[in-house]
């Protein structure tokens, strides 16, 4: 994979939209913590540094090691960026007298220089600091100002290096694309070669070059990322795929045939393997949410290990791994914490004795789709909403009980249904239902009530690394509700979750 654009992070929330970013002008980018520059830079042409909730001022600040980068290759410094290149090259940081955090204005650019190429005066920007750069560094030049920041952007003499104390990379600085492109594209000269043809090209050649004449065993789910991995591998090493979709009991209504039946017709080597019960026995009595994806894991792997020893002589274990699960699963000084332990990162037990292939571990998830697209996957299969690996237990709050997974699963299917038959499931990004651990008061009849409350949840993201709440029209909402209260035995109260992430996250577990 050609590497193009290192990214090195300093722990900012907005990194990952970096890269983002980046690869929207079909250039490869990679994150790196800042401190785990890798040894060899043969392969970069440019890097960007990005924010932290650091201040350079601090006794613990970051501090990468520069040498292999300033005056050898392009560098963009952002916001965290820009005032480490001036605290310790000869400038000044103070803290800021006024709150620069949120809209401000270019008030002043020197549209001259090829970074502000076709950035207007006015343009807006994104601000998110407590310090501010007072004196530039050495022979630093002074590109743009808003109101309250003299020096919002600036430039090294003698070297192509740029620093900004703004954030290009958020939607809010409107040409802040366009100042991405200008530094990649016209300073650094990056090629623009990031494209899914490509992609596939290139991956299928790794695999065959890796795998050689080796079985590889792919767990599938039924959902995006495992079908394009099994596809891509596929077209590599053709009958030495062998896909097994584990039915965890903890399904949608009918998705083990549903898959299985799509799967018709790939191409593909697909065994389906029944174990809701030994799943659901497994679970039984468990109410904590980690508790329930480690119990879920450890199931999966012994009824995976039981069906991949069935096929002599594999060598390899293929997942479905992208690039978000990889970015939320390390976490080193500044870098954003772990949230929650990822089913698809962090190695396997000893026992089983593979080597792990991973084919779309560096791709977002938009990236996986169009990946998806150029190999001729079928658009509905496409266009699924990501499912999480856990099923429905981390959307059945508490332990989990047949009689709770058929509840949930009525409730789902009448909700994405009524999204499908509305023209409103290709608006959202994901949606599901989750079963709450309370019951309320309601009327039936003449009779009085007493039971469980769902949420419907559903919202709308790039990547899922943030998300806002869907605006589902309330006559949708009303006929949904209605249809779940009179339909699904066990439940008198619908309730739509209007939370964004953050604060909160996507699923509720």
């Keep these: 994979m050609q590497h193009n654009v290192l990214i090195l992070d300093f722990g900012s929330q907005y990194t990952q939209l970096i890269a983002r970013r980046v690869r929207e002008l079909n250039i490869f980018c990679e994150i790196f913590p800042y401190n785990k520059v890798p040894e060899d830079l043969s392969s970069f042409k440019a890097t960007i540094l990005s924010g932290s909730p650091f201040s350079v001022r601090a006794d613990d600040a970051p501090h990468p090691d520069l040498s292999q980068i300033r005056g050898k290759m392009p560098l963009l410094a952002v916001c965290y960026g820009a005032q480490y290149?001036?605290?310790?090259?000869?400038?000044?940081?103070?803290?800021?007298?006024?709150?620069?955090?949120?809209?401000?204005?270019?008030?002043?650019?020197?549209?001259h220089d090829t970074f502000f190429e076709e950035v207007a005066l006015n343009s807006q920007v994104w601000m998110s600091h407590s310090d501010t750069i007072k004196k530039l560094p050495?022979?630093?030049?002074?590109?743009?100002?808003?109101?309250?920041?003299?020096?919002?952007?600036?430039?090294?003499?003698?070297?192509?290096?740029?620093?900004?104390?703004f954030h290009p990379e958020v939607y809010h600085s409107t040409d802040g694309k366009q100042m991405l492109e200008n530094f990649l594209v016209r300073i650094a000269e990056v090629p623009q070669n990031f494209t899914p043809n490509a992609f596939v090209e290139e991956i299928v050649a790794e695999l065959q070059?890796?795998?050689?004449?080796?079985?590889?065993?792919?767990?599938?789910?039924?959902?995006?990322?495992?079908?394009?991995?099994?596809?891509?591998?596929?077209?590599?090493?053709?009958?030495?795929?062998?896909?097994?979709?584990?039915?965890?009991?903890?399904?949608?209504?009918?998705?083990?045939?549903?898959?299985?039946?799509?799967y018709k017709g790939m191409g593909l080597n697909v065994k389906g393997v029944d174990a809701a019960d030994r799943f659901l026995d497994q679970l039984a009595g468990i109410?904590?949410?980690?508790?329930?994806?480690?119990?879920?894991?450890?199931?999966?792997?012994?009824?995976?290990?039981?069906?991949?020893?069935?096929?002599?002589?594999?060598?390899?274990?293929?997942?479905?791994?992208?690039?978000?699960?990889?970015?939320?699963?390390?976490?080193?000084?500044?870098?954003?914490?772990?949230?929650?332990?990822?089913?698809?990162?962090?190695?396997?037990?000893?026992?089983?004795?593979?080597?792990?292939?991973e084919p779309l571990r560096m791709l977002f998830k938009d990236e996986v789709r169009r990946v998806g697209a150029s190999l001729g996957i079928d658009p509905e299969l496409l266009g699924r909403h990501p499912f999480p690996g856990p099923g429905l237990s981390i959307r059945i709050l508490g332990d989990i009980t047949k009689e709770k997974v058929r509840?949930?699963?009525?409730?789902?299917?009448?909700?994405?249904?009524?999204?499908?038959?509305?023209?409103?499931?290709?608006?959202?990004?994901?949606?599901?239902?989750i079963l709450l651990p309370v019951n309320s008061v309601g009327v039936m009849g003449?009779?009085?009530?007493?039971?469980?409350?769902?949420?419907?949840?559903?919202?709308?993201?790039?990547d899922g690394m943030t998300a806002d709440w869907v605006h589902l029209p309330y006559d949708f909402l009303m006929k949904i509700?209605?249809?779940?209260?009179?339909?699904?035995?066990?439940?008198?109260?619908?309730?739509?979750?209007?939370s964004s992430k953050p604060p909160a996250t996507i699923e509720w577990e």
């Design 85 to 111: 290149l001036a605290h310790f090259d000869g400038g000044e940081v103070t803290p800021s007298n006024t709150r620069e955090y949120g809209r401000a204005n270019l008030s002043y650019v020197d549209d």
């Design 138 to 165: 050495t022979n630093g030049i002074c590109l743009a100002s808003t109101k309250d920041v003299e020096n919002a952007a600036y430039r090294i003499d003698g070297e192509k290096t740029y620093a900004i104390q």
């Design 209 to 262: 070059e890796k795998i050689k004449g080796d079985k590889v065993v792919l767990g599938l789910s039924g959902g995006v990322d495992s079908t394009v991995a099994a596809v891509l591998l596929n077209k590599a090493i053709g009958e030495n795929l062998y896909c097994i979709f584990v039915n965890n009991g903890l399904l949608r209504k009918n998705e083990f045939q549903n898959v299985l039946d799509q």
């Design 287 to 357: 109410e904590e949410p980690e508790a329930k994806r480690k119990a879920i894991g450890r199931v999966f792997i012994e009824v995976f290990d039981d069906e991949a020893h069935r096929i002599e002589d594999v060598k390899w274990l293929a997942q479905g791994t992208i690039y978000p699960d990889v970015i939320e699963s390390i976490s080193v000084k500044g870098p954003s914490a772990t949230i929650k332990s990822h089913h698809n990162v962090g190695g396997l037990p000893d026992f089983m004795k593979l080597k792990i292939v």
């Design 407 to 433: 509840i949930l699963q009525e409730v789902d299917a009448i909700f994405i249904e009524g999204l499908k038959s509305h023209g409103l499931y290709d608006k959202v990004w994901q949606a599901g239902a």
């Design 446 to 462: 003449d009779e009085r009530t007493y039971e469980k409350v769902v949420a419907l949840r559903a919202v709308e993201s790039t």
């Design 481 to 498: 509700s209605n249809e779940i209260i009179n339909k699904v035995r066990g439940v008198n109260r619908v309730v739509y979750d209007i």
